[in-house]
């Protein structure tokens, strides 16, 4: 069913999906997710995954040592996610750093990612790949079952038709990275302790 403006503003009338609806809607409507008109494209999971990759980089907060150093957006693997993502953020800044996509055929080469997707070819690396990043403040995120407990940090998870997600916040405390309550409140689970004090 396609979904128009109105609908996705209004969450179909739930709490979470309204939530949802204002994380995603600046980043669908800058990837032609919405044509003119009451009613669009339903948007692909590419796009609902970048829109929210992007998104994420405004609910995280990683080391002030991080400054304005650009936040790359690292796709690992031959994902066609990282097309999207490059249209998606060209020319966009979060606080101040501009958004780079940046493409890895390698998991050696994460170290300077700001986040990290790991893309569904790559399902059989995801191991070697987190363990590329172990002491590094990158937020790891993938679409693989099992990702949270291989020690990634949100995965894409499907509920119906809807694209969500799940965090696992120890991991993310152990890498430094504080993620915003405001993002955790369109969790579908949490897993870990939420620290006193983060990043509202």
Not at 25 to 33: D, E, F, N, P
Request: proline share 4%; with cysteine.
């Amino acid at each position: 069913m396609a979904i128009g403006t109105q609908r996705l503003r209004r969450g179909e009338g739930t709490v979470w999906g309204a939530r949802l609806a204002w994380l995603l809607l600046y980043g669908l409507a800058a990837i032609g997710a919405f044509a003119d008109g009451a009613e669009a494209q339903k948007p692909s999971r590419d796009d609902v995954e970048a829109a929210y990759l992007y998104n994420f980089g405004k609910f995280v907060r990683w080391p002030e040592s991080a400054g304005h150093t650009p936040m790359l957006v690292c796709v690992l693997g031959q994902d066609s996610l990282g097309q999207t993502i490059s249209k998606l953020v060209e020319g966009e800044q979060i606080n101040g750093r501009p958004l780079v996509e940046r493409n890895l055929n390698r998991p050696d080469g994460v170290g300077d990612c700001s986040i990290l997707f790991i893309g569904s070819t790559e399902r059989a690396h995801v191991v070697e790949t987190l363990t590329a990043t172990e002491g590094k403040p990158i937020l790891t995120v993938g679409d693989a079952p099992d990702f949270l407990e291989q020690g990634g940090m949100i995965e894409f998870v499907q509920v119906e038709d809807h694209v969500r997600f799940s965090v696992n916040l120890d991991e993310c405390t152990r890498h430094r990275v504080a993620v915003s309550s405001e993002l955790l409140k369109v969790a579908v689970t949490i897993r870990g302790k939420r620290e006193t004090g983060g990043v509202k």
